[in-house]
């Protein structure tokens, strides 16, 4: 079994490192020893919790999904992104049907490298940035100009957060 859990870390790293290069970005992937919460991958990356962009894997009522990019210090504003996305229901999908619909296990979840490409909201606070965020395994974080981020993968950008 260990080998079949070494080659999902590789095949995650691997999909998120040649998504990256095949949209010219340019990111710092980092090793760090796991953290059993954002707060704690913060200090151990030595920046602050709103560097730390989540990659939230968002499930429509028809099925299909997109990702919410969200500082680490705010939450998805619901009533803002079922506006933005002209929907009434938007949910968060348990960890097995996030696997399911982008190729990675929770906290490293990301857009770049995601087995399907589904669209992406970035919260606009995360704007003129450079932030950390998954890298598509687990005890990996990667470094990104947010603006080039949301640029490569076609975001939208909008306030879809509020304060936790």
Known sequence: MGNDVNEAVTDGAERFLSDAAARGL??????????????EAAGILGISPADIVKSLVVKHRDGSF???????DRQISWPKLR??????KLSLPHAD????????????????GS?????????????GRRISMGAGA????AFVDADALTAALGAVVADISEPN
Do not use: K
């Open 138 to 141: 687990h005890g990996r974080s």
């Open 26 to 39: 340019d990111v710092d992937v980092v090793e760090r020893p796991a953290a059993r919460s954002l707060e």
């Open 115 to 127: 087995t399907t490409p589904w669209p992406v909201y970035a919260d606009a606070t995360i704007t």
């Open 83 to 88: 506006a933005l996305v002209g929907v009434n």
């Open 97 to 112: 049907v996030a696997l399911a619909a982008t190729g990675y296990e929770r906290g490293t979840i990301t857009p770049l």
């Open 66 to 72: 997109l990702f919410a990019l969200i500082p680490g």
